[in-house]
């Protein structure tokens, strides 16, 4: 059993940055894939960016790519998701995921356990 807490978040204006960091608690963080996913009012839940569980793989949506990075400290059982240059496309509620089997996957299916979710809203 994992469970995932987010943190960050919040009102940033156009241009602007926001790190997210989602922790991990229970056992065997460090084998697990983790992704962050994200869904805007009256939208669906889409994919943002996956990392495998040693960091060699990351994958991300195009809607983000060059301006979102994913990473994680194994040793803080950890995983980030720095967003830089946010526009208001980008609103939304932000979860992230794991998923038991270490690798980073863009479908929902895979995953496991869930965040709690955290609001990011990019406005001027």
């Known amino acids: 059993q994992v469970q995932l807490v987010q943190s960050g978040g919040g009102l940033v204006q156009p241009g602007g940055s926001l790190n997210l960091s989602c922790s991990a608690s229970?056992?065997?963080?460090?084998?697990?894939?983790m992704g962050w996913f994200r869904q805007a009012p009256e939208k669906e839940r889409e994919f943002v960016a996956a990392?495998?569980?040693?960091?060699?793989?990351?994958y991300y949506a195009d809607s983000v790519k060059g301006r979102f990075t994913i990473s994680r400290d194994n040793a803080k059982n950890t995983v980030y998701l720095q967003m830089n240059n946010l526009n208001p496309e980008d609103t939304a509620f932000y979860y992230c995921a794991a998923a038991m089997y270490g690798l980073a996957y863009s479908p929902q299916d895979p995953y496991d356990y869930w965040g709690q979710g955290t609001q990011v809203t990019v406005s001027s």
């Open positions: 229970g056992r065997h963080f460090e084998s697990y894939g």
């Open positions: 990392i495998s569980w040693n960091s060699d793989s990351t």
